[in-house]
């Protein structure tokens, strides 16, 4: 059974701390993905990387980054966590060149920043 | 199922009746469509796509409509169970570097035994 594992199901930081959250998947896929979900809002895309070492900005890439030093591991981190960064956090992955539909979502990480 | 804000449209049918979906997406060019379920406590799972040569396609149980010239998307679930009750999400490709999603603010469905 494919999956994309998220380190976290729930986390609560403080604001100002840095925070790391974890994504790791065993199907050797080539992309991955960091959203974060907010109702009503949908997942909107926040960084991807479509190889080792590579990322690409998403639509809401500003108080974030990311780090892809292995394939099978992407790392989301907020810089200086504030309250507005409270969301669910989710992670996918997909082979280079597989439509979206290929996509394996992780369960999410739902952060809390107080 | 398109993105309004904070508020979660929310869908309530009966046990065994079809249900339809509605989104609407903003991307003439976008190329290619796809409805993802997400339960409780999970992440979206795939549930069927489209292209946009088509405007029809059919899964088990479930029907996806697509109509270009509105550009509106629909899911169509027969009989729906309750094993059905989750958020529907639809999103659109457009084809992008890295195949980048952009999914709408999502429906809730509830199903009434």
């Known amino acids: 059974d494919v999956k994309v594992t998220q380190s976290s199901r729930y986390l609560v930081k403080r604001t100002g701390e840095k925070v790391f959250l974890e994504c790791v998947q065993d199907m050797d896929h080539e992309n991955m993905f960091w959203y974060r979900q907010d109702p009503g809002l949908g997942l909107r895309l926040i960084y991807f990387?479509?190889?080792?070492?590579?990322?690409e900005k998403g639509d809401i890439p500003e108080g974030y980054s990311v780090s892809r030093e292995k394939k099978e591991r992407f790392s989301l981190i907020l810089e200086s966590a504030s309250t507005n960064q409270t969301s669910m956090y989710l992670c996918?992955?997909?082979?280079?060149?597989?439509?979206?539909?290929?996509?394996?979502f992780g369960s999410g990480t739902r952060l809390t920043v107080v | 199922g398109e993105s309004v804000g904070l508020h979660l449209p929310t869908l309530s049918v009966q046990e065994g009746d079809n249900s339809i979906i509605n989104c609407a997406y903003s991307n003439s060019a976008s190329d290619y469509f796809i409805w993802y379920k997400q339960e409780s406590g999970k992440g979206p799972q795939f549930i069927i796509d489209?292209?946009?040569?088509?405007d029809k396609r059919q899964g088990q149980r479930v029907t996806v409509l697509l109509n270009k010239t509105v550009k509106h998307l629909s899911l169509q679930i027969a009989a729906t169970q309750p094993g059905d009750s989750a958020v529907y999400f639809c999103a659109e490709n457009k084809g992008a570097a890295g195949n980048k999603l952009t999914f709408g603010g999502g429906t809730r469905v509830l199903v009434k035994p």
């Open positions: 489209i292209r946009s040569n088509m």
């Open positions: 996918a992955s997909g082979r280079r060149g597989a439509r979206a539909g290929g996509y394996t």
């Open positions: 990387s479509y190889d080792v070492k590579m990322k």
